[in-house]
């Protein structure tokens, strides 16, 4: 579906507060000088070679980039490795104490690997796989829990130059066998089960399910977690202790090309062929180390860094496995759900582990409103000096309660904006440099050209909407879709051009050029001829006291095309009744205008969610219309869809 972003969005945009970097911060920033736009403006190019010179290269490069649009060449003639990257040249250097996972499991279990067990346990896996006939350019499926074996399984991978498709274990058996038989992979890596909220995922049983239905699988590596019994078919399963365990830990790095395939992820939300985004050695390497150092400002000898996300997304993968360990950056991971055994989890941990950057989700920080600024004021979050959000816009009232609730008014916000097929990010603010405002990107990261268009493909004024395009290429972009480059050129690069990669976003920019998102394209409503962005009604709605967070969709409507129907979560404190529901509609309508004017307001205890905290709208919209819903077990919470049906409340 495609759709025109509405161009003339007011309130939203109203916000006007900046909130400049302290001084202290700005003062020892990894980017402390805002010439290093124009620098890199005036030779992106070699902007982005600078950043590579930051790794190690066995071979240097002959050309800095080959564009052919719409493909592209980064550092043409170089060689590398991942692996070594992220821990040899690290230990070498004499960080081989230095921590690199603080782990901790949901039930309470912990560990701590150093840079230099990580490349051990990394060496023996590599080993292990070779045994098992893996070799340079061989896909590996892994699908597991966050417990330090899935980054360990991810660099023994690209030590011995396989190529990685990480599954996430939120996913069914039939997600899995998709993605092995797309990729054509021989070699799973599981196992038994993973904990969530206090229960049991089978995962050796989903693997089991998966590798019924195709026969490609001739190797299964088992990581034995929760102790469950499982099936162990002799021949192609392998416990994981026992055959990596006895390993050596020597295992040479395999030099890579620069454009050899470092991993495939495929993109979810689909009901169609799932797109394996494939993304290559050095670039893509260069850009998650240069976000990484400069978007988060990491301080490698002190900094306790967290990314709330799940390696099973490109968040992970980027900003938990490769960013992080390619800046010798000390991370912690987590097993399990933010909110179990307690909705303070997050915060207790936080505060015992001393940790000084946190990135997550907007939805989880209203999710953490819900419960009041109560629960991070019982813990002390002092060691906190920069947070972060990810995975779609954040609302002004969202970004204000992380500022003042988690921050207390002294740590910086990065609103990032990028997507799996970008590979790191694209549009944020520079911590030592913005000055911040509420609910906006701000602006593109150094040596990305970030355009915002109208339909017709030219720059929008300032103070109008349109489509997020980037137009040229930068280091992390994926290269194509594993199997379908037809199904690349169409789908990212086909509305504007050839050399004008377009994914669906709409944006708009402000009166001073920042950079605000509207989210999908097709999640604006097309209301009495009018468009309306989706994001535009939740942050009116969460702007009202009483609201701690709500998700809305356009139905069907035969006078208006579409009516809004809003799902709204209250604060503690509240009941639902139709005098509140017309409350809101009116509130919604005061702040946007009378059109945006939910047809109806459903309450509900909460909204139907992804495992990365992400708001599954598809479902929303089914409910809405009343429609039979479709499949469900790549919910966190697939019980709270029966709770909306019975439950809610409707008004107005």
């Known amino acids: 579906m495609s759709a025109e972003p509405e161009a003339a969005i007011e309130n939203l945009y109203l916000e006007q507060r900046t909130f400049p970097p302290p001084s202290e911060f700005a003062a020892q920033a990894n980017a402390a000088d805002a010439s290093i736009y124009q620098r890199a403006e005036a030779d992106w190019q070699g902007w982005w070679a600078e950043q590579a010179g930051h790794l190690r290269w066995m071979r240097g490069w002959d050309t800095v980039l080959e564009w052919t649009p719409p493909h592209a060449r980064w550092f043409v003639g170089g060689q590398l490795n991942v692996a070594d990257n992220c821990l040899d040249r690290h230990i070498e250097a004499g960080h081989g104490d230095q921590v690199a996972f603080h782990w901790e499991g949901e039930p309470g279990d912990t560990r701590s690997l150093t840079y230099a067990q990580l490349r051990d346990e990394v060496g023996r896996c590599a080993n292990a796989l070779q045994q098992l006939g893996v070799g340079k350019g061989d896909r590996v499926n892994i699908y597991l829990p966050m417990i330090p074996e899935l980054p360990v399984a991810m660099l023994a991978c690209a030590r011995i130059g396989a190529i990685h498709s990480v599954v996430f274990a939120g996913f069914s058996s039939r997600a899995l066998v998709d993605r092995i038989e797309d990729a054509d992979a021989r070699t799973l890596i599981t196992a038994d089960g993973a904990f969530r909220k206090g229960q049991t995922v089978p995962l050796k049983d989903n693997a089991d399910a998966a590798m019924q239905q195709t026969s490609r699988i001739g190797a299964c590596l088992v990581v034995q977690r929760t102790g469950e019994d499982v099936t162990m078919r002799d021949g192609r399963d392998h416990w994981y202790h026992e055959l990596v365990g006895g390993q050596s830990t020597d295992c040479p790095p395999q030099a890579m090309d620069a454009e050899d395939p470092l991993y495939i992820l495929y993109t979810s939300g689909t009901t169609g062929k799932p797109k394996g985004i494939v993304h290559t050695t050095g670039g893509y390497l260069t850009h998650v180390t240069a976000t990484t150092r400069l978007v988060f400002d990491v301080k490698p000898d002190t900094d306790v860094y967290w990314c709330a996300a799940d390696i099973g ?293 909460d909204l139907p969610k992804t495992r990365s905290g992400k708001i599954m709208r598809r ?28 439950h809610t409340t409707a008004g107005g």
């Open 313 to 605: 997304w490109v968040t992970g993968h980027s900003y938990i496995v490769y960013g992080p360990l390619a800046n010798r950056v000390t991370s912690l991971l987590y097993e399990g759900a933010p909110d179990h055994p307690a909705p303070d989890r997050l915060w207790e941990m936080v505060a015992r582990h001393r940790a000084t950057i946190l990135y997550t989700a907007p939805t989880a920080i209203r999710a953490f409103m819900k419960h009041g600024p109560e629960l991070p004021a019982k813990h002390d979050l002092s060691s906190l000096r920069l947070l972060g959000t990810v995975g779609e816009p954040i609302n002004p009232e969202a970004w204000t309660w992380y500022h003042q609730h988690v921050g207390a008014g002294r740590c910086p916000i990065v609103d990032t904006w990028w997507q799996t097929e970008t590979g790191g990010i694209m549009i944020t603010p520079l911590p030592g440099l913005t000055h911040a405002k509420p609910g906006s990107a701000m602006r593109a990261f150094p040596g990305i050209k970030a355009v915002v268009v109208d339909e017709q493909g030219q720059p929008v004024e300032r103070g109008q909407g349109g489509y997020l395009t980037i137009q040229r290429p930068w280091p992390g972009m994926l290269r194509t879709i594993w199997g379908d480059d037809q199904r690349y050129r169409d789908t990212y690069w086909s509305r504007f051009g050839p050399d004008v990669y377009f994914a669906g976003d709409g944006a708009k920019l402000d009166e001073d050029g920042d950079i605000w998102l509207l989210g999908r394209v097709d999640d604006v409503m097309t209301v009495a001829g009018h468009r309306i962005s989706t994001t535009e009604v939740e942050s009116a709605l969460v702007d009202h006291p009483k609201v701690a967070e709500a998700a809305v969709t356009g139905r069907q409507d035969p006078t208006t095309t579409e009516a809004i129907a809003a799902f709204v979560i209250l604060r503690a404190g509240y009941e639902p009744s139709d005098e509140l529901a017309a409350e809101l509609r009116e509130h919604v309508a005061a702040e946007i205008g009378k059109l945006a004017r939910p047809a109806n307001v459903l309450f509900t205890p």
């Open 619 to 646: 479902l929303l919209k089914d409910l809405a219309e009343g429609r039979e819903l479709g499949d469900v077990t790549t919910l966190a919470n697939a019980d709270i869809v029966e709770s909306i049906k019975q």
